[in-house]
Structures are given as C-alpha cells and as structure tokens.
C-alpha cells in the first residue's frame, strides 16, 4: 500500500503503468478504519444558529471547526474558503461538520440538525459587487480602430456551469503515523494538498506526506479540490488516532465540488469591408462561485485568448470574475480559454454572416502568422500555426463543398480556428520553480517527479523521454509514484505542461546523467562510484519576458494551434442536434506519444460536445438540482461521431524533442465549432448548451450559405439570461 516505486509494465499499444504503486483509494482498507462523512449547508447564505446531534455519538469521531490545530482556511491563491465553515455560510453544500465511525451503517443514519438566520444571497454574477479578480489588457488606440471601421459588429454570447463527471469521484484515506498524517488520494497535484495540509493542521511539511493513487480521471476537478477532502480526512484521523476514509459518492460529488465557471462574453468589433479587423473591443465577466479559488488565473488565462487567434492594431479586453452563492467554481480542461474562444469563433462567424463572406476565408485574412504580435505584445516565433491548420482542416473535411451541399437541408457545418498556450501563464512557471530528477537504479533509471498520471499517459510520455535521451531501451525506464516524501516538486498536473516543461526538465536531466556514465552500464555505475541522481530546476526560456501588472509581454512560451470542422443534423421535429463528423487538426509541435495525443484529441472532442449540446447545469436556489446522471447528460460512446484527427507538428525550440502541450486543447474549439454549424441552419445560438429547447426557442432565418448575408451593423442583443442559468428568476431562459 505506502510502496513508493514501480517498474514500467510496458502494455501491447505501447504504453506503461507503474507497478507497485498504491490502489484505488475505495479498495485500500487498513485496521481500524473509520468511515468518514460530511455535514453540509442546507442554504446558500445565512448564520448557523444552533447545531444539535440528533442521535447515540458513542463510537463517533466529531470535528467542527474549533478542533482545527491550524489555520482554518484552504490554502491556495487567496486564503479565503474555510475548510469548515465557522458560523457563516456562503455556499450550499458548504461543510459545517465532520464525521466518522467504523461502522458505515450508523454513520449514515447520524442525523443533525441545524437552524439557520437566512441571508439574501446573490447568484447572479451580473449583479454581484464583490470582484475577486480583474483584467485589463490592451493594445493599440482602440478608438482610432472603430474609426478606420466601415462595419461595426456586436454580440453577447454565454457559458453555462460544466460538471467533470471524471470516473472515479473524489476520495482520500488519511493514516496518523510518526507523529505526522499521510494521505493517499485520487488527486492530480500532490504538492498543491501538502501545503495545503501543513496551513490546516498547523504542522511542519516534514510531517505531512501526500501520496497520489491510482487516479480515474481528473479534468482539472481534482487539482484543488483534493485540498478540502483531504484536510476533512485528516482532521478526523488526527482527532481519532485512527485511519480515515472518505470518499464521495456520484451525488455529493455533483453537489460539492467545483465546476466550470459561467461566462457572459460581450464582443464588439470593427472590421472594413474587405474583412480587415480594425478593433477588438471584449468584456468578459465570469462566476466565480463563493470563494477564490482558482478563479483570478482561470479569468487571465480567459482574457489572453479572448481575441482568439487574429491579428488586430488595437485591442481592448476588460475581464472580471465575481463572487456568487454557488458552490465555488475552479479548474477545468481549458481553464477559462474555452468561454472565450466561445464568444471569439461564434462573433467571426457573425461577421463573415454580416459582410457576406466565407467564414474560411475571414479567418485565413485575420489569422495570426510568425512574427505577429498578439494583444500583449508577444512576437509569435516560427511555430505559429494558424493558417496550417486553417488550411488542412477546410481540405481535409470538404469544409466548402458540403456548405454549398448542405444549404436548405437539416444537415449543417461550422468550423472554429483556435489556439491555447502551452504551460503557466506569464511568470507561473518561473515562481513555481519546478524541480525534476532521475535516480540511477541496478537495472536503468527511475524518474522522480511529482507529475500524475490521471488517464493521460504521463508516465508513458516521461518514460519515452528518459529512454530517448539515455540511449537505454524504454523497459529499463521506472517511474516513482507521486510521493511529497520521495519525489521533489515538479509542479502540478496542469495547464498542458507536463509534457513540455517537466518532460524538458527530465531530458536535461538524462542528457547530464548519460555523460556522467561515461559509457558504464547503470550497475557498473553504481558498484564503483556508488549512487547517482540528476536534478534541474526549470528556467525560462531566454527572451521570455513577461510583467502581471500591466499584461504585458510572452503570455506563455510556446501555443498549439488547432481547427475543427463539425458537421451535424437537425431533428425537425424535437429540435435535437446530433453530431455527425468531426474533423480535427491540432498542431503541437511533436507528438512523443502520437497514439495518447490522438486519445486526448478524441476524448477533449467529445467532452467539448457535452458542452456544447448537453450538458446543463441547473441551478435552484444556489444548488445543483441535477446531480445525478439521469439528467446531466454527458455524450456516449453511441452519441460521438466518426472524429478524423490530423496531427501537424512545428517543433517548438525549448520543448523536449519540440514538445507543446495538447491535454486541454481539443476541448476548446468543439463548442462554436457546432453553434457554427446551427447557425449554417439559420438558428441563431448564442447560449450554451444549445439543448433542443434553446433550438427551438432560438431566432430562425433562412439557412446561411456562401453570400447568404448583405454587410449590414448590428447590435448587443438584450439580456438573454443570467450567468449560471438559475432555474427561476429574472431572464432565465427555459
């Protein structure tokens, strides 16, 4: 169970496992294990005015937060979400108290009972004072744009809340041992919870052990989330002397934890006649939920890739994420790319729509080129690959063809061209300091990072890595299980970055590690001068310059470039938007491991169709009313098209082999890839999910073709719902 090391088991498609590492968290059940549970607000906004426990304690281990040895708070960008709320209570399903018993039976029936002073809460961002984070990025003279403008275009486009629905929900197991806690969790940052747990419990990070299980997917759900469960977990085994579980099920994990932020997205563009963009004006407002979180970085990244991949002189982004009574809203696949490129690639559709020109066409105009600059300044180095992508994608899926085809049927095709940036934004990776290393082992080498392998094939890809650079046969290759105790800080399983920032750190470390050896064999090594291990902190590639004040500089180091084309069918009848075709070209400099990169193309595409299509979040009275899989809809393998996936590479120089990112991408450019192609239908979408009842509800015109539309200036159209969707209240649109 607490083994910390295992050899690759290489499987028939290539791939590797690390044996030896710990289980799932469900099955890991040592002596004297408590069973663990969560007493949760029943309102979103009010006092706790009396708490009573309303059956037999005996055998029970209670915690409230009184009994927390550190500082109550979830350590992470702001210190302001309470790990069990202390009175107050901003959020439903917000943690009040804790439980534990080793019999699950009685832990289950323990009921309590909680009388509350109701507050008037706020669930609409748009109403909302309480600013957690803002924005502000500019370039050019934005006004000298309009005016050099024939055409003027505005929109207002809008996101809904998106669950992970990840396999295996949230659990950890907390153990008491050596004067200290360990935890072992279904988690994708184990450092991120260490700090975390040192804050809450008040103890030295000597005694605070993290280790990763084997993990059934993440999507961003598990990168800070981890931190709350497994500071309850601790709390009650610190309290008991004994082991804690505490798992979710399906339910309270729905209910609980984090999900995508909200977005309302207001676009207003100057464009000429010919289709030259003269001026970006975006507000981007995003919810942020009850507390911080993540929120102030998923709104940077958002607001960077506002403008989506265009050229513009004068650029004007002002973004804000604001505080709402819902449960707090944090990392997901994207990171807040996906809202905005949302409102970017449905606003260029309007504007070919406006000018009478071919979508294709527009974007191959305005598309960023090598030696551009994009709204903060960044000079985009030779990798830059719009018009690549742009181009196969529109050959490859017979983009104009089947437009002129399908006009006047039920079937419909769009396109989105998009981009996302590879690694931490701006100066992250530079403050992480993220640190690798590579172990000389009898029979080759072990990789010692903190990177999690959550179904991505991050231990394959590091494996490839270490054995190319060596020289060695990739068998020789182990991967130590993500251990705080045993493995240094190499920063979390994030932003697209495992492969080209830790995956770089391990390649120097190899190369380094390969001319120390001089030729021996790893046990010739090791019986005449004894143990060997490699480490390199990371460091910025030269030229890389970038200030948080202003946004001004190289938002990241490198982008991957992507184009889908998404065809699709109209029902008549129920309005229902069935996918049919995807094609897919994503550009991310190499692809180490092509078989996992075409996986998490695929996998990112059909989640990105959940999002587009079905998958609604419906919120009352600050809660999630559907958290259960009968009706939060996610696709199928029956629901997801044939998917032509095409992979181009422009190396990047400081990635390993030319390595970017492509975890997140794929998800990106689903969504206004398949609003697009209903708006080919003549249905004007703006919301999504665009479920059949948004159809059927939504603006219809004669379906768009090639010259469909005459130039014309339009306006924001009115408020068309609140952020977040609230089931009832004030422009909810249902």
């Not at 040592?30 to 309102?43: E, K, Q, V, Y």
């Not at 809008?158 to 929900?169: F, N």
């Not at 959550?454 to 890809?461: A, D, E, K, M």
């Not at 550009?587 to 180490?592: F, H, P, T, V, W």
Request: charged share 25%; glycine share 10%.
């Amino acid at each position: 169970m607490s083994r910390a090391v295992g050899r690759n088991v290489v499987r028939k498609d290539g791939s590797a496992k690390a044996a030896g590492t710990a289980r799932y968290v469900d099955d890991l059940t040592p002596p004297g294990l408590l069973h663990a549970r969560t007493i949760r607000s029943a309102i979103p906004c009010g006092e706790v005015v009396r708490l009573r426990l309303a059956f037999d304690t005996s055998g029970f281990t209670i915690v409230e937060a009184r009994d927390i040895p550190g500082r109550n708070v979830v350590s992470l960008i702001t210190d302001d979400q309470p790990c069990l709320a202390d009175g107050l209570v901003l959020h439903a399903a917000e943690p009040i108290l804790l439980l534990a018993h080793e019999d699950r039976e009685r832990l289950l029936a323990a009921e309590v009972e909680i009388d509350y002073r109701v507050q008037e809460p706020v669930f609409d961002a748009e109403r909302s004072d309480h600013v957690f984070k803002h924005v502000a990025i500019g370039k050019g003279d934005i006004d000298e744009g309009f005016r050099r403008a024939d055409i003027v275009v505005e929109g207002e486009y809008r996101t809904g809340h998106q669950e992970h629905l990840y396999i295996e929900p949230n659990g950890v197991l907390a153990i008491p041992e050596n004067g200290g806690i360990t935890v072992i969790g279904s988690l994708q940052c184990p450092y991120y919870v260490h700090r975390a747990l040192a804050v809450l419990l008040g103890m030295p990070d000597a005694k605070v052990r993290v280790v990763q299980a084997e993990t059934g997917g993440g999507f961003g759900g598990k990168e800070e989330y981890p931190s709350m469960i497994a500071g309850h977990a601790c709390l009650l085994a610190l309290k008991s002397g004994r082991p804690v579980k505490l798992v979710y099920d399906r339910g309270e994990d729905m209910l609980a934890t984090t999900k995508r932020h909200p977005s309302v997205v207001r676009h207003r563009t100057g464009v000429t006649r010919d289709g030259r963009l003269t001026a970006m004006d975006i507000d981007v407002l995003m919810d942020g939920g009850a507390y911080c979180t993540l929120s102030p970085v998923v709104l940077s990244r958002g607001c960077l890739h506002a403008t989506g991949p265009y050229r513009c002189d004068h650029v004007r982004v002002n973004g804000r994420v604001v505080m709402t009574n819902t449960p707090p809203n944090g990392a997901f696949r994207g990171f807040g790319a996906p809202q905005t490129l949302f409102a970017a690639e449905v606003h260029m559709e309007r504007i070919a729509e406006a000018l009478g020109l071919d979508p294709a066409r527009l974007r191959e105009m305005n598309a960023l080129r090598p030696g551009d600059t994009t709204a903060t300044g960044q000079v985009l180095g030779r990798d830059a690959a719009a018009i690549d992508v742009l181009r196969t994608a529109v050959t490859r899926s017979a983009y104009r063809r089947k437009r002129r085809q399908y006009r006047g049927t039920n079937r419909g095709i769009g396109m989105s061209l998009f981009f996302h940036g590879a690694g931490f934004t701006g100066s992250g990776e530079v403050r992480l300091q993220s640190k690798a290393s590579l172990e000389l082992t009898p029979a080759g080498v072990r990789v010692l990072v903190a990177s999690t392998d959550i179904g991505q094939g991050q231990r394959t890809v590091h494996a490839q890595i270490v054995a190319d650079a060596l020289g060695i046969p990739y068998e020789q290759v182990e991967v130590a299980v993500a251990d705080t105790s045993r493995v240094p800080d190499s920063g979390p399983t994030v932003a697209s970055r495992t492969t080209m920032v830790v995956g770089g750190l391990l390649r120097q470390c190899a190369a380094e590690m390969r001319k120390t050896l001089g030729g021996l064999t790893p046990a010739a090594y090791l019986r005449a001068r004894g143990p060997l291990i490699v480490t390199k902190q990371y460091e910025p590639p030269p030229g890389l310059v970038w200030d948080d004040e202003t946004y001004r500089g190289s938002a990241y180091g490198s982008y991957g470039w992507a184009c889908d084309v998404i065809e699709v069918e109209r029902d008549p009848v129920t309005e229902e938007i069935r996918p049919l075709r995807v094609t897919a070209v994503h550009e991310i400099g190499k692809a180490i491991f092509p078989l996992g990169a075409r996986g998490q193309i695929e996998g990112g595409t059909a989640q990105g169709l959940g999002y587009a299509l079905t998958e609604e979040v419906v919120m009352r009275e600050g809660a999630m009313a559907n958290a259960q899989l009968t009706n939060y809809i996610v696709p199928t393998t029956l629901d997801t098209p044939p998917m032509d996936v095409v992979l181009l590479e422009k190396p990047y120089a400081y990635g390993p082999y030319g390595a970017k990112g492509v975890g997140e991408m794929p998800f990106d450019g689903v969504a206004p890839a398949v609003v697009n192609a209903i708006r080919s239908l003549g249905i004007d979408i703006r919301d999504i999910p665009a479920t059949p009842e948004r159809v059927m509800a939504a603006p219809h015109a004669e379906a768009r073709g090639p010259a469909a539309t005459k130039p014309r200036k339009e306006r924001i159209p009115p408020d068309r719902g609140v952020v977040g969707r609230e089931a009832t209240g004030k422009g909810t649109p249902r």
